[in-house]
């Protein structure tokens, strides 16, 4: 059974980096494209970026000056940071899983509980 | 940043057929194939309908989707109360090399 879990701080200071982790069990996470999804309080849900184990990374172009994502095949797990963040980037964030093989399918089938970050004074 | 429009709400009584547009264009819709999730309260989304018209294994054939030029639609028949709930479209944008998401439509069971 593919399991997805995200972590990272709960409450993330303005102008400085959020970082999650999502690690993945029951999967290799060399075999998928990853995602990282996130929904504002009472909001609709926006695409941040996806990664595949080679290095490949696609970002929502209204993110991109300030997003990065990594792999770490040996933890199979696989990260987020979002800079310079402000209220704006509240959300609840979803990683998951793309199971269709291919970077534009969006086939996103296992998601994580979701993590609620908080950017606040 | 919703790129592809939907109904803000749709409803019907147990039992209706409920049908959701999503409208894109053709860099997205128009060109790529259209994915939908079911979206619980509190909960993460779920697949529902990927390809546009195919359905995961477990989801109930009550659930189809079509795609027509740079349109999108779901239809769920034979509405029941668990489908209570907000659904999305989602789609590669070839302009702008990323998955848009629609606007959210939310299901009410009358």
Partial sequence: QVQLQESGPGLVTPSETLSLTCNVSGASITTYYWSWIRQSPGKGLEWIANIYHGGNTNYNPSLKSRVSMSIDTSKNQFSLNLTSVTAADTAVYYCARDSSGSYYLGDFDIWGQGTMVTVSS | QSVLTQPPSASGT??????????????????????????LPGTAPKLLIYSSSQRPSGVPDRFSGSKSGASASLAISGL?????????????????????????????VL
């Fill in chain 2, 80 to 108: 029941q109360s668990e489908d209570e709930a907000d659904y999305y479209c989602a789609a590669w944008d070839d302009s702008l090399n990323g998955f848009v998401f629609g606007t959210g439509t939310e299901v009410t």
């Fill in chain 2, 14 to 39: 147990p039992g209706q057929r409920v049908t959701i547009s999503c409208s894109g264009v053709i860099s997205n819709i128009g060109s790529n194939s259209v994915n939908w999730y079911q979206q």
